[in-house]
């Protein structure tokens, strides 16, 4: 069975960091780009980072980048994602999602992405 389980998130202050986590189960990463999208309130779903499987080049939306990390892992089947200097304007469900694509990541839309997360609420609020 398919799943990607998301994990780290919660409430912050602004300035502060968290660490998401994306458990993969049910096939491996090897050859999957792999991404963490954000849904805030009322907007439609965001894409932050994804980092593409045929050269493992990282890429970051303009609303995160300097202040976000992605990584992979992909011998123990995860991904995560290093948020730090986070900002109210943060505040969003974060999903990970993962497919086999040829190109660049970040030339593919969500609806792309066949395989996704329920989400991990993260809330940046003093």
């Known amino acids: 069975q398919v799943q990607l389980l998301e994990s780290g998130g919660g409430l912050v202050q602004p300035g502060e960091s968290l660490r998401l986590s994306c458990e993969v189960s049910g096939f491996s990463l090897l050859g999957y780009a792999v991404a963490w999208y954000r849904q805030a309130p009322g907007k439609g779903r965001e894409r932050v980072s994804c980092i593409s499987s045929h050269d493992g080049s990282t890429n970051y939306g303009d609303a995160v980048k300097g202040r976000f990390a992605m990584s992979r892992d992909d011998a123990k089947n995860m991904m995560y994602l290093q948020m730090n200097s986070l900002r109210p304007e943060d505040t969003a469900i974060y999903y990970c999602?993962?497919?086999?694509?040829?190109?660049?990541?970040?030339?593919?839309?969500?609806?792309?992405?066949?395989?996704w997360g329920q989400g991990t609420q993260v809330t940046v609020s003093s």
């Open positions: 999602a993962a497919e086999r694509l040829a190109l660049s990541c970040w030339l593919y839309a969500a609806h792309e992405f066949g395989n």
